[in-house]
């Protein structure tokens, strides 16, 4: 370092003084289990319903039968799934994603149904975590259609609850996907365009735990 700057740089040492003081920040914000005693179910279903998504409380055996009506309704046919989901459905051609089908072939299916890692009743908040039920990222976000099943015991009450069963997810380097309602976007003038980048029609089957 030239002599010239070193007196530059000592100069402006000196000018700054001996720094400012940081504050204490404080830690009092909600964590993981703050929000409990509430009916979670209940209120995930309204928040979903605000996004302009159709929800539906079904219980295991009205599963199957529910799904089917929901895509002969919307005219749906064929839909791509995780490897490893249901074989078969009746009134609809399921493909599964295995080996992994190219963007084109997602593309040519009518939708996807998939499960889910939890969802945040809070938010109204379905979460993607990669794993066998939800499946590659690529499968929910390329077909216009997705039917998803959320099962009631994986809905948690907060944002702060989902980042804490999130965290072996997130430490194995899966991608996680955030989806509250169908994808949409509003310009400057705030008209809404829904399947911009993602199915730009959701429904939510929860399942009830009994």
Do not use: K, N, W
């Not at 929000?35 to 009205?62: I, L």
């Not at 249901?86 to 593309?107: K, Q």
């Not at 955030?178 to 089957?205: K, M, N, Q, Y």
Request: overall charge negative; charged content about 25%; glycine content about 12%.
């Amino acid at each position: 370092m030239s002599d010239a700057r070193a007196e530059v740089l000592g100069r402006v040492r000196e000018a700054l003084g001996r720094g400012v003081a940081v504050p204490e920040v404080p830690r009092s914000y909600r964590g993981a289990g703050g929000a409990g005693g509430e009916d979670v179910v209940g209120r995930f279903c309204e928040r979903v319903a605000d996004y302009q998504a159709t929800v539906r409380r079904v219980s295991a055996e009205e599963l199957a039968g529910a799904v089917a009506a929901a895509c002969a309704a919307r005219g749906v046919r064929r839909l791509v799934t995780p490897p490893g989901g249901p074989p078969e459905l009746e009134g609809l051609v399921l493909v599964a994603d295995d080996p992994p089908l190219s963007v084109r072939d997602l593309d040519g299916v009518d939708g996807v149904l998939t499960g889910c890692a939890l969802a945040i009743a809070e938010t109204g908040t379905i979460v993607l975590d990669g794993g066998p039920r939800s499946g590659r990222r690529a499968i929910s976000l390329v077909p216009d259609y997705h039917a998803c099943v959320v099962e009631a015991a994986d809905i948690v009450a907060s944002v702060p609850d989902a980042v804490a069963e999130l965290a072996d997810a997130a430490a194995e380097g899966r991608p996680i996907t955030l989806v509250s309602g169908p994808s949409a976007t509003s310009d400057i003038e705030l008209d809404r365009v829904e399947g911009v980048h993602g199915p730009r029609t959701l429904d939510v089957f929860v399942v009830s735990a009994a």
